[in-house]
């Protein structure tokens, strides 16, 4: 008992012998610091001001350690702040531009296709197995050939003819009846045997065109639109471009930086199930090009551009609603990104010059651990497989696009026509089928559901590295309407009461782009050809930097230390350095006091006698 008395004494004592060592330290820093409010309070000599100039450095202080706190708390949340510069360069790389037609299959080329297999299967560009296929988006999209529909103009004109011969006739007696008109007991109305004949004869020619009845409660245009393409994009992609429009017919003219680029070599081929046949001009994906990729613009202006002349080809164009509106599709982009022509193409319409101005943003964002956590490299994600061999770089559309592919394949056990980017994207599965009311159709929409609700996400990042471009497009009319007449005359007219004199002129655009003898069932000059111009408006480039916003190498982070310690009590490094010579003195007094049991008068006492345990008295 007596023990534990003892005990607890002396723990009293050493108790009572700390605290005076931090309150003798502590009088010795308060009547010798800098710190505002503080310094005030040891100088004043009132109680009460002085308890004010202590409640006020209180204060200040509470509020010093909770601002330190919250710098210290955003900091470790990686923050970024974001710069937006202005650039001039000297040169500035080329982008790619990517073209496309607004229709998907061009009809003559699908027709040649047929004939092909049908005469010499083994040299058929197409799996004989799809030959059906091709088939079928003939029979439901395209006219016939001229023989073809020459016959069956002339077998409906017959069999309208007889039907109604057959009606009249029908009802003169039963031979009669028997023989041209049929069963009499109806009157003779049903057209009769001729009738019959040549009635069935149209008949059987105009059910080869007729659509299979579409079970799609939707607007007939969108219904027409997803059963054809569950029809399309059942061929891969070899067989889709052989029957989209070709390269040379599609391209008239090509001139970048007023030199010849004319040359399939040049642009990068793709395949898009909206638009069939796509191509790239400076991709840098393009192997066969030695310059993709690499091309720059040392000058703003048309002149050190990219022009191209196109032909649409209307004639061929699908029918019955296939292809409802007409001109080209065109996509500005980074050369080694694979084009979007869905999300970021521009329509443009047939008889027009199309001038574009480009300008180029580039954004730049930090990795993880920082707020934006994008990444740079497919490798990062599920879906390298997907990427071919020569490689395009990664970014955050395309990966969305990847994403929704896989997951309608894992969920639908199909893939959905608009989202498939190649063909080793597909792998064994089949199109699905769109549909109104079908299995996969409701699959499909429920799992964009999902996805619109937040039950499903992609773990697609943006990425760290990325090219925009801005464009001021402008249009005219092109070619016009007085276009180089070759005769050199300006004409004031070219027709008159109404009546055409054109086919007295030879205009020099069509001599030029191949319409001098257009044909009576083919569509105009005007109609075909679109002009693009594609150039930089200055050689300015816009960047949009994101960077961290406290860092050490930079002086941020001691920066924002420095405003939250000296907002509230002027807190400086020499009065940091204060509060740590103040640490250091309590703890060598408590270890003088504790270990050696020496107590040290301090040489600065103060005018009260105040006595202090510290370096400067340590022996």
Not at 168 to 175: A, K, Y
Not at 453 to 467: A, D, F, I, T
Not at 562 to 585: K, Q, R
Request: with cysteine; glycine share 10%; hydrophobic share 35%.
């Amino acid at each position: 008992m007596l023990l534990g008395l003892a005990e607890l004494i002396f723990f009293l004592i050493v108790i009572m012998g700390v605290l005076g060592i931090l309150a003798a330290s502590w009088n010795n820093f308060f009547d010798n610091t800098s710190a505002s409010g503080a310094s005030n309070a040891a100088r004043s000599k009132h109680p009460l001001r002085k308890t004010a100039w202590l409640f006020i450095f209180v204060l200040g202080l509470t509020l010093t350690i909770w601002g330190v706190y919250q710098v210290v708390v955003e900091y470790l949340s990686y923050p970024v702040s974001t710069t937006i510069a202005l650039r001039h360069y000297s040169k500035i790389q080329f982008p790619a531009v990517t073209i496309c037609n607004q229709n998907r299959v061009d009809c003559e080329r699908l027709q040649r296709v047929i004939e092909e297999c049908q005469l010499t299967p083994g040299q058929c560009q197409v799996n004989v197995t799809k030959v059906g296929i091709l088939e079928k988006i003939n029979a439901s999209s395209c006219p016939l050939p001229p023989q073809e529909a020459l016959q069956l103009a002339l077998a409906s004109g017959l069999g309208a003819l007889g039907g109604a011969v057959g009606d009249v006739l029908g009802g003169v007696g039963d031979t009669t009846g028997i023989i041209i008109g049929g069963d009499t007991s109806d009157g003779g109305g049903g057209g009769g045997l001729l009738g019959g004949i040549l009635g069935g004869l149209g008949r059987k020619k105009r059910s080869l065109l007729d659509n299979e009845t579409l079970k799609d409660d939707r607007p007939a245009d969108v219904a027409l639109e997803n059963e054809f393409l569950e029809l399309f994009m059942r061929l891969d992609n070899h067989e889709r471009a052989s029957i989209g429009h070709a390269f040379d017919e599609f391209v008239l003219t090509c001139t970048f930086r007023e030199g010849n680029c004319k040359n399939s070599s040049f642009f990068w081929p793709s395949q898009s199930p909206n638009y069939g046949n796509c191509y790239t001009f400076n991709s840098g994906i393009n192997g066969k090009d030695p310059q993709g990729g690499r091309r720059v613009s040392s000058m703003s202006g048309p002149s050190f551009g990219l022009t191209l002349v196109l032909n649409l080809n209307q004639t061929n164009y699908m029918q019955r609603g296939q292809t409802t509106q007409a001109g080209a599709r065109m996509v500005i982009h980074s050369s080694h990104v694979r084009p979007m022509t869905d999300e970021f193409g521009n329509d443009l319409i047939p008889n027009t010059l199309n001038s574009v101005a480009v300008q180029e943003i580039v954004i730049g964002r930090e990795p993880a651990p920082y707020t934006s956590d994008c990444i740079t490299e497919w490798s990062k994600t599920n879906y390298s497989d997907f990427i071919p061999s020569s490689g395009y770089n990664y970014t955050l559309s395309l990966c969305q696009r990847f994403c929704l592919m896989t997951t309608f394949q894992d969920t639908c056990g199909c893939f959905h026509p608009h989202f498939l980017e190649g063909d080793m994207n597909r792998g064994d599965f089949l199109p699905c089928s769109l549909t109104h009311g079908s299995n996969q159709s409701e699959c499909i929409t429920r799992v964009i559901e999902e996805v619109d609700v937040g039950v499903r996400n992609c773990s697609c990042k943006v990425e760290c590295l990325e090219s925009d471009y801005k464009l001021s497009l402008s249009q005219s009319q092109w070619p016009s309407t007085q276009f180089s007449v070759r005769s050199g005359i300006t004409w004031p007219f070219r027709s008159f009461m109404g009546v055409s004199f054109h086919f007295l002129f030879q205009d020099e655009a069509r001599e030029q782009y191949g319409f001098a003898e257009t044909k009576p069932n083919e569509t105009s000059l005007e109609q075909n050809l679109v002009k693009i111009r594609v150039f930089f408006n200055s050689l300015n480039i816009q960047h949009v930097t994101e960077s961290p916003k406290y860092s050490w190498s930079d002086g941020t982070m001691i920066s924002a230390l420095g405003g939250a310690l000296s907002l509230y009590l002027g807190i400086s490094v020499v009065m940091a350095i204060e509060f740590l010579e103040f640490l250091i003195d309590v703890i060598l007094n408590v270890y003088s006091f504790g270990i050696r049991g020496k107590k040290v008068k301090d040489q600065t006492t103060s005018a009260k006698g105040s006595v202090a345990w510290g370096l400067n008295g340590l022996k």
